[in-house]
């Protein structure tokens, strides 16, 4: 669950409803295994992920997922091992550690 403000996705108008419907479009390997603990807290409807952090700024996530589901989707030549070794070499250049 978040700790900043979201807004729920029932409350959140059809531009933030729009942009996760983006997220049903991400590639199988990017879905979640949901916690039976958490399952309450943690399911969009409650602002459990960390993309509903954003929730605050539809146009943007809308964006964010839409790009991000073109990208990486399953119709195009490169494979997930190939992004992940893309995303890997990106990160390395950038310095970052994670």
């Given at each position: 669950m978040t700790w900043i403000k979201t807004i729920f996705l029932k409350d959140g108008g059809e531009r933030l409803k729009e942009a996760f419907r983006w997220r049903s479009k991400?590639?199988?390997?990017?879905?979640?295994?949901?916690i039976p603990s958490l399952?309450?807290?943690?399911?969009?409807?409650?602002?459990?992920?960390?993309?509903d952090s954003h929730s605050l700024i539809?146009?943007?996530?809308?964006h964010a997922f839409?790009?991000?589901?073109?990208?990486?989707g399953e119709d195009?030549?490169?494979?997930?091992?190939?992004h992940e070794m893309i995303a890997t070499v990106v990160s390395v250049a950038n310095s970052c550690f994670y």
């Open positions: 991400m590639p199988r390997e990017y879905g979640t295994t949901p399952a309450v807290l943690a399911s969009p409807e409650n602002g459990g992920g960390i993309t539809p146009e943007a996530l809308y839409s790009t991000h589901a073109t990208l990486m195009l030549p490169l494979n997930r091992k190939q």
